[in-house]
């Protein structure tokens, strides 16, 4: 709003109405709402607000041309939709994919993804326009502008490409980094990778989360010593909790289930009342190797679907590649920092399936920003025919710096904001988000358009070697 001004207030508008929609979709499809499925929320709004960006962006380029209000409105909207369309249907393929080889929690961020992106383009494309031409009508002033009166952006010219082949070994030297500390610091593998057990219990009384938990960490101690995982999070009340522990994951007995609950009631003692158990789900090591196996399978099929449609979208296989490439990188950052941070920062970070959902909101994001400038460099491609492809990769990414900016800022302070004042069951996929935010801004350019460039240079080379 501060932005654009009234243009701005009618995408929040839409904004509103889209998650209002989307929730009564998945409420009408009787989807469960889980932190996986929250984030697909989050990534819906994410791309609502940059269809939102990307149009009028290309309105006021269309202003600046000197059109007149109405038409600039128009021919913005339809300049804007394939990028658009690009960026939504690569993301509900992404969707339909997850949705055919998970389960549970991944697969409800798979619904979410796809119902949200569809109706993204509704809300953000077709009844914002329709917005727009009321207010037209109406005689109510449509402003794309309004703390900066002037585009800020406008007469950028920084060469990217300049720099590719340094931004491609800094990335190269921090990949291998993060690989490296990954194998040797390992992970914090969560309980449905590893198996485990899914309590629900209720208290006379209620007991902070925080006491609970410490509690329960001094309890799950086996006959070496060796220290148990555990999760608390209040269920439905403040004196009904949910607990999931790896202690005696091996073993399904029922005498185990047993010695676990004493453990459980024995920390529920320390805090001064009785606790009475009121289910037990058991996560078998089988099962847990069946989930690693799907999302694997889910995450590489997702990678080659995407090659595959940006391949045949853009007919440049050096984009498809530098995509792919861009979205290893980001995957492997946030593995990394997973790596590095946990049991460092003051929450968990654990390799569940929420940081599933958080890796896959990631990559969703930045294929997303990857398409956009893409797109936005093909077009100058086919448009300018003098124009080399080093011009039209540099004048590209420079035309949607603002949407970049922009989009990644709102995203970020979002994230952030879940990060700080979240709860305890969010904050690894807020801390995943805010990673991947940076990342993947950052490999559109850094990564993506650079490896773009240097194939298309050295094809350039070996066709003119060929010819001589």
């Not at 994410?46 to 309105?59: C, W």
Request: proline share 1%; charged share 15%.
């Amino acid at each position: 709003a501060l932005y654009y001004g009234s243009a701005g207030i009618l995408a929040i508008i839409c904004l509103s109405l889209n998650i209002l929609l989307l929730i009564g979709t998945l409420d009408s499809m009787n989807a469960t709402i889980t932190i996986p499925a929250i984030a697909g929320i989050v990534l819906t709004v994410g791309m609502g607000i940059d269809a939102s960006i990307i149009i009028f962006e290309r309105i006021k380029e269309e202003l600046s041309a000197g059109k007149g209000l109405y038409i600039a409105i128009e021919d913005g909207t339809s300049r804007s939709l394939p990028a658009i369309i690009d960026s939504n249907l690569t993301t509900i393929l992404a969707g339909i994919i997850l949705y055919s080889f998970t389960i549970g929690p991944v697969q409800n961020f798979a619904t979410t993804l796809i119902a949200g992106n569809i109706i993204n383009i509704i809300t953000q494309v077709f009844i914002q326009l329709l917005l727009l031409k009321l207010c037209m009508e109406r005689n109510i002033p449509i402003t794309f502008r309004f703390v900066f009166k002037k585009d800020i952006f406008k007469n950028i010219r920084i060469r990217w490409m300049n720099y590719a082949r340094q931004f491609l070994l800094i990335s190269g030297i921090l990949t291998f980094s993060f690989i490296i500390v990954a194998v040797f610091r390992g992970f914090d593998i969560g309980v449905d990778f590893k198996g485990g057990r899914t309590i629900i219990a209720s208290s006379e009384k209620a007991i902070p989360v925080s006491a609970i938990r410490k509690n329960l960490s001094n309890a799950l101690i086996d006959e070496k010593g060796k220290k148990y995982s555990n999760s608390v999070v209040t269920f439905g009340s403040d004196r009904r909790y949910k607990i999931v522990t790896d202690y005696l994951s091996g073993d399904q007995s029922e005498e185990a289930t047993k010695r676990v609950i004493e453990k459980i009631q024995s920390a529920f003692k320390i805090a001064d009342t009785q606790v009475k158990v009121e289910g037990v789900d058991m996560v078998g090591p089988s099962i847990a190797m069946d989930t690693i196996r799907d999302s694997i399978i889910a995450v590489i099929v997702g990678f080659i679907a995407m090659f595959i449609y940006i391949l045949i979208r853009f007919k440049y296989r050096n984009m498809a590649i530098g995509a792919i490439a861009g979205l290893f990188h980001d995957a492997i950052v946030i593995l990394g920092c997973f790596a590095i941070f946990h049991g460092v920062v003051p929450f968990s970070l654990e390799i569940d399936q929420v940081f599933i959902g958080a890796i896959l909101t990631v990559l969703g994001y930045s294929i997303n920003d990857t398409v956009i400038v893409f797109d936005r460099v093909r077009e100058r491609f086919l448009l300018f025919k003098n124009e080399s492809f080093y011009d039209s990769i540099n004048n590209g990414i420079n035309n949607v710096l603002s949407r970049t900016i922009f989009t990644s800022l709102t995203t970020f302070i979002s994230s952030l904001v879940l990060l700080i004042f979240g709860g305890e069951t969010t904050r690894g996929f807020a801390f995943a988000i805010t990673i991947g935010v940076i990342t993947g801004t950052y490999s559109s350019i850094g990564i993506s358009a650079a490896l773009a460039f240097i194939f298309h240079k050295e094809k350039k080379q070996l066709t003119h070697l060929q010819a001589s």
